[in-house]
């Protein structure tokens, strides 16, 4: 005898309702109770459990990275300005910038200069914070709230209609009393995570002054210090530190030799989702290994060195991020709802961490030009959108120039990226719009269209913020870089 029952499913925030048969008075599945993993001291030959760490490092590297953030901003004593360049807090506080990043920060790679950002690491082992969000009438923004799988968690921003005002985001756990005035709150399913402001501002002088009052009441604290008052914090009096020199690479937040030591505090910090059973008795048997026997540890430590170099390491570039369409582009559409597409969330997590949803932001990469061939500086590029295919969103779009470490290129104009933010960009009488990418200036009338580049290989990249359909489904992708 069968029975059809109705179950529900999540998917991102919706819920999705399905039918599902199953067999009554049939035995229960093996899944609906524990299943047990290696017995503990299971011999491992060295061989077997460089296999092991290695899969095991690529998996967890993400969640290494995220607890590494959080413990490196512990010791401050409030938001700072790391390196004059970089917004800084300690956890479950914030630090907002007050214009576009700087070209000297080195701590997240693809920044971009379309927003003013702001950095609010997350503990929530001991209570809730408050995030605040100020009106912000028609000017787009989201914040990215991600767990330490680098997955969000909470829907804020200009897409999702939110209402100005105080939200909570709270622990799994968290069984607390909501006070009045709070809007929703938001359970991490983690002990740690990341939120990342974004507000899209022009390269208008009077609009960058416009954007102070509403970036100065972004703020986020413990649940004890909420008062049901708006917070105003003037962030262009926020202290900076001196200048970082971190060789030019992003800072590096996973470090192999002290992976498997920290990765005991992440398994307690990141519970298994369904369908990870596996992973963590294959992890946890593994700690417990290595943990009785040195040469065993050293051997873990090895293949993690060897999977930084040989696995990882080219995960930083484009062409091995996400899957290709047109043009030599390639892209990703579950950013920040990985589930188990662990390459995904770990070339993401190497190339250009902190990637929003897809409904939120799309974005597309490239290192090679029309021809196949390395984008370069010492060559000259054309890219150009023909009329009425410039990215289609609702928000904002722009085309990002980066070095081969994924930051800006220093230049003259201070120009790193082109799209809605500059209101002077010159369309050809066709209608189409020609984006010139090369390291000499153009003709004086293709100045305003000019995307410097340096005298080296070089990527680009395309953010679309709140894509419509066309984008979300591949449907449009960007035009190629053609070689001149």
């Known amino acids: 005898m069968k029975k ?43 061989a077997y459990l460089k296999s092991l760490a290695t899969s095991v490092y690529l998996w967890a590297w993400p969640m290494v990275n995220i607890y590494n953030r959080v413990e490196a901003f512990r010791p401050l004593t409030g938001a700072v300005y790391g390196g004059g360049v970089l917004p800084l807090a300690p956890p479950n506080r914030s630090c907002m910038l007050n214009d576009y990043v700087e070209p000297e920060e080195r701590s997240v790679a693809c920044p971009n200069q379309d927003v003013v950002y702001g950095l609010c690491p997350l503990d929530l082992t001991k209570d809730a914070v408050v995030l605040q969000v100020p009106d912000f009438d028609d000017r787009f923004w989201v914040y990215q709230v991600c767990d330490q799988r680098t997955d969000g968690f909470a829907s804020l921003g200009k897409m999702y209609g939110t209402k100005p005002g105080f939200y909570l985001l709270t622990g799994a756990n968290w069984n607390g009393v909501v006070p009045d005035g709070i809007n929703a709150v938001f359970k991490c399913p983690t002990a740690y995570g990341i939120v990342i402001p974004r507000v899209f501002q022009t390269d208008d002088p009077a609009d960058k002054n416009a954007v102070q009052p509403l970036i100065n009441q972004i703020g986020m604290y413990p649940l004890n210090e909420f008062d049901g008052k708006m917070k105003i914090t003037d962030w262009k009096k926020t202290p900076s530190t001196p200048p970082e020199d971190s060789g030019g690479a992003e800072t590096k937040w996973v ?8 990765l005991p505090t992440v398994l307690q910090q990141v519970p298994q989702q369904r369908g990870e059973e596996a992973i963590y008795g294959q992890a946890l048997a593994m700690l417990d290994a290595i943990s009785r026997d040195p040469k065993l540890k050293a051997a873990a430590i090895q293949a993690a060195i060897e999977a930084e170099k040989n696995l990882v390491d080219p995960l ?12 030599n582009w390639t892209t990703q559409r579950n950013g920040a709802q990985f589930g188990l597409d662990y390459l995904t969330r770990l070339a993401c997590a190497k190339s250009n961490i902190f990637v929003n949803r897809p409904n939120e932001t799309r974005y597309f990469y490239l290192d090679l030009d029309a021809s196949g061939d390395r984008l370069d500086g010492n060559s000259n590029y054309t890219v150009t959108f023909i009329k009425g295919q410039v990215p289609p969103v609702k928000g904002f779009w722009s085309l990002t120039l980066y070095n081969e470490e994924h930051f800006f290129a220093p230049n003259d104009l201070k120009r790193y990226s082109l799209g809605t933010k500059n209101k002077d960009l010159k369309y050809d009488a066709d209608g189409s719009l020609t984006i010139y990418v090369q390291s000499s200036p153009p003709d004086t009338d293709k100045m305003n269209n000019w995307l410097p580049a340096p005298k080296a290989p070089f990527s680009l990249y395309v953010r679309g913020y709140w894509p419509e359909d066309a984008i979300l489904t591949d449907s449009w992708t960007p035009p190629p870089a053609v070689k001149n």
């Open 4 to 46: 059809t029952e109705r179950t529900e499913f999540r998917k991102g925030d919706e819920a999705v309702k399905k039918d599902t048969t199953a067999e009554v008075g049939a035995a229960p599945a093996e899944t609906a109770k524990a299943i047990p993993g290696p017995v503990p001291g299971t011999r491992m030959t060295e």
């Open 255 to 262: 470090v192999p030799e002290k992976f498997f030591d920290q």
């Open 316 to 327: 930083s570039k484009f062409v091995n991020v996400g899957y290709p369409v047109k043009n």
